[in-house]
């Protein structure tokens, strides 16, 4: 059994910051990376995230995958996911940028996403950002969710799973209502959200949060039947 994961830094239990936790630093001329003030917050949730990934490996596993893929959706080099801690069992799709998912075909059996977070504009939302213009899901403007759904079931490749703050996974549920979902993580109180907004949350214990990916991606596979791909529209528009 195939399986391809797509991974994100901001939806990951214990990651709340985008200016310490999820950026790097360039040089002027935007060459070479310059380890800054903030690079220890952002290395700490890289390794983060690759724990949580490597949760999601072992559930898989426990579920009857045979060959898993990871690709590294948090922009250019360096990326959101250490491949020092990488789980041996899982081979992680490297230097595609962030225009994927790079690499998946029809012969994958579930696609995961993996520390999500919701599109622009969301309210009570953590570190919300990306839309596709002109794209729609439903009369919806469409995030970064909504666009590699979309992909995958084109593909024939069901979104069986989802981790990351409450409104990334309410997100994935007004397109697939019966996708198996962790909550990584919930804002404190709403609000009416900007890109990127700093915003107070409530987040999960590291490792309670990859407790719960391992056993929701063992259920998400084992159940893969059960979810099915969206109907033929809405997601049609977006292959246009």
């Not at 002027?28 to 983060?48: N, T, V």
């Not at 900007?194 to 596979?221: E, Q, W, Y």
Request: net charge negative; proline share 7%; hydrophobic share 40%.
């Amino acid at each position: 059994m195939k399986i391809y994961a797509l991974c994100d830094l901001e939806g990951t239990a214990g990651v709340a910051d985008q200016i310490h936790q999820c950026s790097f630093i360039h040089d002027e001329y935007d060459k070479e990376y310059i380890p800054g003030k903030y690079g220890s917050f952002y290395f700490q949730a890289r390794k983060l995230a690759t724990l949580e990934l490597n949760a999601l490996v072992k559930g898989a596993l426990e579920a009857g995958a045979t060959d898993i893929w990871a690709w590294d959706g948090h922009c250019r080099f360096p990326g959101g996911l250490d491949v020092e801690l990488l789980h041996p069992e899982c081979r992680l799709v490297m230097n595609a940028g962030d225009g994927g998912p790079a690499g998946q075909d029809s012969s994958f059996d579930a696609f995961l996403m993996l520390g999500a977070h919701a599109k622009q504009g969301t309210a009570a939302a953590s570190q919300a950002h990306m839309v596709f213009p002109g794209l729609e899901w439903n009369g919806e403007p469409v995030g970064e969710i909504g666009m590699t759904a979309a992909h995958a079931a084109v593909l024939g490749v069901p979104l069986v799973f989802i981790s990351g703050d409450r409104a990334a996974v309410r997100e994935a549920q007004n397109l697939i209502p019966n996708i198996e979902a962790v909550i990584t993580k919930e804002p404190l109180f709403s609000h009416a959200a900007g890109v990127l907004d700093r915003v107070p949350v409530l987040s999960l214990a590291p490792t309670k949060s990859r407790d719960l990916i391992r056993a929701g991606v063992r259920r998400a596979i084992e159940r893969r039947d059960q979810i099915p791909l969206p109907p033929n529209p809405p997601f049609n528009p977006l292959t246009q």
